[in-house]
Nanobody
Framework: QVQLVESGGGLVQPGGSLRLSCAASGSIFSIHAMGWYRQAPGKQRELVATITSGGSTNYPDSVKGRFTISRDNAKNTVYLQMNSLKPEDTAVYYC??????????????WGQGTQVTVSS
């Protein structure tokens, strides 16, 4: 079993910064791609950032230049540094990971989510 636990969410003013963390624990052989997604009320969940095991990243235009995803493989942790936050960034942010449980078992996991609210 694998668990993803997010932390670092909270209330921040427009233009401010926030750093989210997601730590994976459990029976892990290795972690492949990891990503951050968000879902605002009444909207579908959308991709925020992804990072491969090799460190290659991707961002949608809505956050490009403001958000940075990174990972610490030794700690099985992925981070999301969010700068120049806007009210439209308000959402529940979810961590996602493709976990190799063994040489023949790959599974996808989601974290429970952490609330990010950008408001004055």
């Amino acid at each position: 079993q694998v668990q993803l636990v997010e932390s670092g969410g909270g209330l921040v003013q427009p233009g401010g910064s926030l750093r989210l963390s997601c730590a994976a624990s459990g029976s892990i052989f290795s972690i492949h791609a990891m990503g951050w997604y968000r879902q605002a009320p009444g909207k579908q969940r959308e991709l925020v950032a992804t990072i491969t095991s090799g460190g290659s990243t991707n961002y949608p235009d809505s956050v490009k230049g403001r958000f940075t995803i990174s990972r610490d493989n030794a700690k099985n942790t992925v981070y999301l540094q969010m700068n120049s936050l806007k009210p439209e960034d308000t959402a529940v942010y979810y961590c996602n990971a493709d976990v190799e449980m063994s040489s023949i078992t790959m599974r996808n996991y989601w974290g429970q989510g952490t609330q990010v609210t950008v408001s004055s």
